[in-house]
């Protein structure tokens, strides 16, 4: 017999074991056990937990520098809407003198 | 609802996975399990270690099916077929792990238990382990071209090499096997000498 046919003719012949009859039923138990432990986890959380969980900030980088941003832009502007400018720089430039 | 899961081919199954249906996971389970046991076997050699392959394939897939990119892979088998043929070459390398370590004993009798348990011949027994010594690139690129039947390019795709690599492969893993089968006394050695190796 040829060499190559004779390979190929015993690569053919390997035999592979059958695997468990049960093998694919025991993965979609598994699968289903899996299922059912995820959703008896979030039945189980207790009431704090659950108003605990709607305070999660999903990007807090982004929810930080938004607060930064927004602070800094009221305290510029928010200021000077309720006292005038004037009325403000005469405050902080107040001598001494004049209070005494 | 089942009837209609099961007309459903592998792609349209696994977009209700995604939405956690049970059903058509069972499916595909049912589906594949067999055919990707059968390719985890011939790297691992070993029944319950390629059991267990698929088994933790399947329930990763379960646990997370978002891995599952339509649009980038373009067929379910081959996608899955890369995660089954992964996990099952990091079983393989521990194999070889354990036979560096000396810690071998264990393996091989459970080893030559299913040899026994399925009444290999010597011919079959010697392949097993000309196999076994292969490297892990001309194994897979021998088990995706020679028992998957895949095209010469589905295969170099799975494999990430070009179509020329892995001709290079195959003949080099088909000469490997058949150095160590002359070495074991079961091709005659004029053909060797002849040239008829590759």
């Given at each position: 017999m040829n060499m190559d046919n004779k390979l190929d003719d015993l690569l053919i012949k390997r035999v592979i074991p059958d695997p468990s009859s049960n093998l694919a039923n025991r993965i979609n138990a598994m699968a289903e056990e899996a299922l059912i432990k995820k959703r008896n986890n979030v039945n189980n959380l207790s009431l704090s937990e659950l108003v605990l969980r709607m305070f999660i900030i999903p990007k807090p980088a982004y929810v930080t520098a938004f607060?930064?941003?927004?602070?800094?832009?009221?305290?510029?502007?928010?200021v000077s809407s309720d006292i005038t400018t004037q009325d403000w720089f005469s405050f902080l430039s107040v001598q001494q003198e004049e209070w005494l | 609802m089942t009837d209609k899961l099961?007309?459903?081919?592998?792609?349209?199954?696994?977009?209700?996975?995604?939405q956690h249906d049970h059903q058509a996971?069972?499916?595909?389970?049912?589906?594949?399990?067999?055919?990707?046991?059968?390719?985890?076997?011939?790297?691992?050699?070993?029944?319950?270690?390629?059991?267990d392959v698929v088994q933790d394939a399947f329930l990763k897939l379960w646990d997370r099916p978002e891995m599952w990119k339509a649009g980038h892979s373009a067929k379910f088998t081959s996608w899955f077929y890369?995660?089954?043929?992964?996990?099952?070459?990091?079983?393989?390398?521990?194999?070889?792990?354990?036979?560096a370590l000396?810690?071998?004993?264990?393996?091989?009798?459970?080893?030559?238990?299913?040899?026994?348990s399925l009444q290999k011949d010597d011919e079959q027994v010697a392949l097993d382990q000309a196999l076994k010594v292969l490297p892990e690139k001309q194994l897979q690129a021998l088990n995706l071209c020679f028992y998957e039947e895949m095209s010469r390019k589905e295969a170099a795709t799975i494999m990430n090499v070009s179509v020329k690599a892995l001709e290079s492969l195959l003949m080099r893993a088909k000469e490997?096997?058949?150095?160590?089968?002359?070495?074991?006394?079961?091709?005659?050695?004029e053909k060797i000498k002849k040239g008829q190796i590759i």
């Open positions: 607060c930064l941003a927004f602070g800094l832009t009221l305290g510029l502007y928010g | 099961q007309n459903l081919d592998d792609e349209s199954l696994m977009g209700h996975v995604k996971f069972s499916i595909l389970v049912e589906r594949h399990s067999e055919k990707f046991y059968a390719s985890s076997y011939r790297i691992v050699t070993n029944k319950q270690e390629a059991e890369k995660i089954v043929m992964n996990m099952s070459l990091d079983r393989y390398r521990k194999f070889k792990n354990i036979q000396g810690d071998k004993e264990q393996y091989l009798k459970t080893a030559a238990e299913q040899h026994n490997g096997l058949r150095n160590d089968l002359y070495r074991q006394g079961f091709i005659e050695e």
